[in-house]
């Protein structure tokens, strides 16, 4: 006994037909005819390409003319402080007059002790960014020798403010 299935209606057939074609798009054919990279420089308008219209870290340094990016008078400046018998030590390092800090760091020279140092409790720009700061700690007094570093670099005119 098998039942026989009905006959679809008009309106059906047109209606799946209708589903078929909405969801194929519209643009297919248009996507088909544009090579891959065929947009450039040469089709964009003078200033099509604005800030707003580019992805943030999609850019690499060669998208850039040479001296867009990057910094100019790089300076590595060091210091040096020994001390005997202390719990703590410090070195500050000054960057030369027009140039601000943007890193820095230190180390012990005399090596670690475990458990008791000495170890790096502070490595901070001075407030202004003129240089850099270094500070050790250790549980007993004792000798320490500490190195600084501080990455200098030139200050731009606009931002100049020592």
């Known amino acids: ?9 008009p ?3 047109i209606a799946c037909l209708a589903l078929v074609v909405a969801l194929s798009g519209t643009s297919y054919a248009d996507v ?3 090579p891959f990279n065929s947009v ?4 964009l ?5 604005v800030s707003s219209k580019v992805k943030n870290r999609s850019l690499l340094a060669t998208d850039f003319k040479v001296g867009q990016l990057g910094v ?11 001390v005997t018998d202390q719990n703590f030590n410090s070195v500050a390092i000054s960057c030369p007059l027009g140039k601000n800090a943007v ?28 240089g850099w700061l270094i500070q050790t700690a250790r549980n007993t007094s004792g000798g320490s020798v500490l190195l600084g570093y501080a990455i200098c670099v030139d200050v731009p005119p606009e931002s100049a403010t020592r």
């Open 40 to 43: 450039g420089t040469s089709q």
């Open 11 to 13: 309106a059906l057939v």
């Open 72 to 82: 100019k008078g790089y300076e590595i400046v060091s210091g040096r402080s020994e």
């Open 32 to 34: 088909l005819n544009v």
């Open 103 to 130: 890193g820095g760091g230190g180390g012990t020279a005399g090596g670690i002790i475990a458990g008791d140092g000495p170890y790096i409790v502070v490595s901070q720009p001075f407030d202004g960014g003129g």
């Open 1 to 9: 006994m098998f039942r026989s299935i009905p006959r679809p209606s």
């Open 45 to 49: 308008r003078a200033n099509a390409v």
